[in-house]
């Protein structure tokens, strides 16, 4: 990504957390998180991803929200960030966070004998010195 359009996309992400956070006040979007933006080249796009921390079982009716408070999101965005066209926004349930978690859980799970000490190696003696 170029440096531009990180920025954006870090700004953007900014001022949807602070307007869901002070300026929302349907109770479907209370406790979400904004985890991450996503502009297409053009900047026309922006791909928001959302989490619930916690309650994955939320994201139906977050969703459902998000669709509903979409133009007001996307006029507030535009009177706040400085860019020739406002990006349409399309909201996604971030998986991350739960991917990240089973990921876990499975690597907990694993078991893996330790690997054995092979005592040969200690009684080699590598000599780096000699020209053999």
Known sequence: MSIK???????IRQILSEL??????DPR???????????????MY???????LGEE???PEVLAGLKSANGFLR???GKRVRIRNT??????WDTTLDRAE????????????????????????LDLDSDD
């Open 57 to 59: 079982e939320r994201a």
């Open 29 to 43: 979007l209370q406790g979400i998180t904004v985890t991450e933006v996503k502009l297409d080249n053009e900047m």
């Open 5 to 11: 359009k990180d920025r954006m996309s870090e700004r």
């Open 102 to 125: 089973k990921m876990n859980r499975l690597i907990d799970q694993l078991n893996i004998p330790p690997a054995p000490i092979d005592s040969e190696e200690d009684d080699l003696d």
């Open 75 to 77: 006029r507030e965005v």
């Open 20 to 25: 869901l956070l002070r300026e929302i006040g």
């Open 87 to 92: 990006p349409f926004l399309h909201f996604h």
């Open 46 to 52: 922006a791909d928001v991803y959302v989490n619930a």
